[in-house]
């Protein structure tokens, strides 16, 4: 009681209306954990980012041998190497679910939320990207070659701002360092998006999975929702650490180990696997500038959601628009798979077929089914 008192009554009460006396639904599910371990996945990166700065060395001689020393001499190193690369990954499953769980309760209708959440997405993109860069293998080398070499496809400016980010005629030592200092000083930005982000959530206040408005079924946020999302943090700690001791390179492309050689091209370039699905999109499309825009469109369409006008909040309610949503689930797994094999047959025309499906979800199916069911319901 007398901690209730402190914290209400003190300087601590915005603190305390942020996070303990915070009303919230008194229905939502598991699902609505993941944003809370989107923000531990956020520190843990940075706290084991900035550790791994101390000694990593953004130069093109010694950048792959300084990885090697983190992981042989430096205590605990591997520790942080590994907890870095397998963070990112889980820091993408989570905001992949997030993601997914705010199109099926249609959390986009907090319009401010939404979009600073997609700005949120794009920035965590960009910084993944760069990070990809820093060990300097081969796939780090050929990856940032040809994802930067995109740029050219922009008529005119193109090839001048392609120049511009690599500092010379191809990545060298200065497009490494570039990479580097943004790779250290985004993460901030992100934090700050991430506060915003809150700030905007707890003004909307949060939505649950019968889609119902109203304060009427709201309880505290502590201690109810602190110990689920503190039983959240003790399975993905679990998870982490069996991955991290067990199964490190599981999710490491074989070709990282190589030292980066502009010489030598790996025989199929591919990036992180939480980039593949918009991978996919960009090869599946045979123009240069066109593949560039749906690559970029395939993370700004979720901007699509806030002309959805529906009245109900939830897909439950939309039999067809419910069923297209899983089997969009599943396409977006198919594309990752087909972004990571050859330009062949037959992945070239799945490709094409996932691609045209992708983006009729969000501009027909979804939009489109929502408001006609609710037509029908008049």
């Known amino acids: 009681m007398v901690s209730y008192k402190f914290f209400r009554k003190s300087y601590l009460s ?102 600073s959440g997609i700005f949120i997405f794009l920035l965590l993109m960009m910084v993944a990207f760069m990070g990809y860069i820093l060990p300097w293998g081969q796939m780090s080398f050929w990856g940032a070659t040809v994802i930067t070499n995109l740029i050219s496809s922009v008529p005119k400016l193109g090839e001048v701002v392609v120049f511009w980010i690599w500092g010379g005629f191809s990545v060298n030592n200065a497009t490494l360092n570039r990479f580097f200092s943004f790779h250290f000083v985004f993460p901030f930005l992100i934090m ?114 806030l002309f959805c006008k529906s009245k109900f909040n939830s897909l439950s309610y939309y039999p067809v628009v419910d069923f297209g949503y899983y089997y969009f689930v599943i396409n977006i797994g198919l594309l990752m798979w087909i972004g990571a094999n050859q330009v062949e047959y037959p992945f070239y025309l799945l490709g094409q077929m996932s691609s045209i499906f992708f983006f009729f979800f969000f501009f027909y199916m979804y939009i489109y089914f929502v408001s006609f069911w609710d037509f029908l319901l008049d």
């Not at 609505?32 to 130069?59: E, K, P, R």
């Open 192 to 305: 700050f998006l991430v506060l915003i982000h809150l700030v905007f959530l707890h003004n909307y206040g949060s939505n649950n999975p019968l889609g119902l408005i109203g304060s009427y079924d709201k309880i505290f946020f502590y201690p109810y929702f602190v110990i689920k999302d503190f039983l959240g943090f003790f399975f993905f700690s679990i998870l982490f650490l069996i991955l991290i001791c067990f199964f490190p390179l599981m999710l490491v492309d074989s070709e990282n180990f190589i030292m980066a050689n502009s010489l030598v091209t790996p025989l199929h370039i591919q990036p992180e696997w939480y980039y593949l699905f918009s991978y996919a999109i960009l090869r599946s499309i045979p123009n240069k500038l066109g593949g560039v825009m749906a690559l970029f469109l395939s993370i700004l369409v979720l901007a699509v959601f």
């Open 14 to 115: 915005q603190f305390n209306n942020f996070i303990v006396d915070l009303s919230s639904p008194s229905n939502i599910s598991y699902f609505w954990n993941f944003g809370s371990l989107l923000g531990v996945s956020l520190l843990m990166q940075f706290m084991s980012g900035l550790f791994l700065t101390f000694h990593y060395a953004a130069n093109v001689g010694v950048a792959f041998d300084s990885v090697i020393h983190i992981m042989r001499d430096v205590n605990s190193g591997w520790f942080l190497r590994y907890a870095h690369i397998n963070g990112a990954s889980f820091f993408f499953i989570f905001i992949y679910i997030h993601i997914g769980r705010g199109i099926f309760y249609f959390s986009f209708k907090k319009s401010l939320v939404w979009l």
